[in-house]
């Protein structure tokens, strides 16, 4: 009798993105030299810190080989412009005290929409092109009140065809099954779970499974948590991540340097290709997914 191997699973796909392009010169650095090595498949990045007046003079080269979105930031940093409410100290307030104003409907919500449409005007003057996506700092893009401005903003940047925004809440079923940095995804899925509802209102695509949330200080575990962001997926998944290589920067206290430099050092690691290997993935581009009907 001829035994007939069976033909070869199509494999899954996935976006991976490293999120933070633009927040310092060592991070925006790891991001391309990823990107180069085919090691991610989007990025996104920050307007409103010192980098970004280097890094997006460089995004025309990245942009060919990744998806390049709008990380909007209304936590860290400074806004583009005053904005008295939102940042009374000319800083925007951390993501803690973001969350206090999303609960209690306390939002200058005009102010947040003023400084959304800044920051794509500031990515736009800066590039000469539309982010691919749009998507958050800390996730705050997804708070109540905010996803809304979001959703909004995807269809103004693009009428007729909006931007794809980034969903960061994930079914409770999987992230269970993940054993993940429970406490925090469930956290961060209930706060964001406006998001998903506000873009289908206004035909905005998004990804259809989220997943890298884990606690940094577990950097050193990296093969196990990369291990569990790639399994139990939804039907457009898309993974998180924060690659970064030490730098001598001054101008940016990044409490996660070290969980950084220990994911750039992962994924560009034989051990990160031989784990899409072994779960028959393959990344793609975040607009291709997000496009699957």
Same mark, same amino acid.
């Given at each position: 009798?001829?035994?007939?191997?069976?033909?070869?699973?199509?494999?899954?796909?996935?976006?991976?993105?490293?999120?933070?392009?633009?927040?310092?010169?060592?991070?925006?650095?790891?991001?391309?030299?990823?990107?180069?090595?085919?090691? &991610? $498949?989007?990025?996104?990045? *920050?307007?409103?810190?010192? %980098?970004? !007046?280097?890094?997006? =003079?460089?995004?025309?080269?990245? #942009?060919?080989?990744?998806?390049?979105?709008?990380?909007?930031?209304?936590?860290?940093?400074?806004?583009?412009?005053?904005?008295?409410?939102?940042?009374?100290?000319?800083?925007?307030?951390?993501?803690?005290?973001?969350?206090?104003?999303? &609960? $209690?409907?306390?939002?200058? *919500?005009?102010?947040?929409? %003023?400084? !959304?449409?800044?920051? =794509?005007?500031?990515?736009?003057? #800066?590039?000469?092109?539309?982010?691919?996506?749009?998507?958050?700092?800390?996730?705050?893009?997804?708070?109540?009140?905010?996803?809304?401005?979001?959703?909004?903003?995807?269809?103004?940047?693009?009428?007729?065809?909006?931007?794809?925004?980034?969903?960061?809440?994930?079914?409770?079923?999987?992230?269970?099954?993940?054993?993940?940095?429970? =406490?925090?995804?469930?956290?961060? #899925?209930?706060?964001?779970?406006?998001?998903?509802?506000?873009?289908?209102?206004?035909?905005?695509?998004?990804?259809?499974?989220?997943?890298?949330?884990?606690?940094?200080?577990?950097?050193?575990?990296?093969?196990?948590?990369?291990?569990?962001?790639?399994?139990?997926?939804?039907?457009?998944?898309?993974?998180?991540?924060?690659?970064?290589?030490?730098?001598?920067?001054?101008?940016?206290?990044?409490?996660?340097?070290?969980?950084?430099?220990?994911?750039?050092?992962?994924?560009?690691?034989?051990?990160?290709?031989?784990?899409?290997?072994?779960?028959?993935?393959?990344?793609?581009?975040?607009?291709?997914?997000?496009?699957?009907?």
């Amino acid at each position: 009798m001829t035994n007939i191997n069976p033909l070869p699973a199509t494999p899954g796909l996935i976006a991976l993105c490293a999120d933070d392009y633009g927040y310092r010169p060592g991070v925006s650095t790891a991001i391309r030299r990823l990107a180069e090595r085919g090691r &991610l $498949s989007a990025t996104s990045a *920050l307007v409103t810190f010192p %980098d970004w !007046a280097r890094a997006g =003079a460089e995004i025309d080269g990245l #942009a060919a080989q990744v998806d390049v979105g709008l990380h909007l930031d209304f936590v860290e940093g400074k806004p583009l412009a005053s904005a008295r409410a939102l940042a009374p100290a000319g800083r925007f307030p951390g993501i803690n005290r973001l969350i206090l104003m999303a &609960l $209690s409907h306390r939002l200058p *919500l005009q102010e947040v929409r %003023d400084e !959304a449409f800044r920051q =794509a005007d500031a990515f736009l003057k #800066a590039t000469g092109r539309l982010p691919d996506f749009i998507d958050g700092h800390q996730h705050a893009h997804a708070l109540p009140g905010i996803c809304t401005i979001t959703a909004d903003l995807a269809v103004a940047l693009r009428p007729g065809d909006p931007l794809p925004v980034r969903v960061p809440g994930e079914k409770w079923g999987r992230i269970v099954a993940r054993r993940t940095a429970l =406490a925090k995804a469930l956290s961060i #899925a209930m706060l964001t779970k406006g998001m998903a509802p506000a873009a289908s209102a206004r035909g905005v695509p998004v990804n259809a499974g989220f997943s890298g949330i884990y606690d940094f200080s577990a950097a050193g575990r990296l093969p196990d948590v990369f291990s569990s962001f790639v399994r139990h997926l939804g039907a457009r998944p898309l993974v998180m991540c924060h690659p970064g290589d030490r730098d001598a920067s001054a101008e940016v206290a990044d409490p996660i340097t070290a969980a950084r430099q220990r994911e750039a050092d992962y994924l560009a690691s034989d051990d990160f290709v031989q784990l899409l290997e072994r779960e028959n993935l393959r990344i793609d581009r975040f607009t291709r997914l997000a496009a699957i009907a």
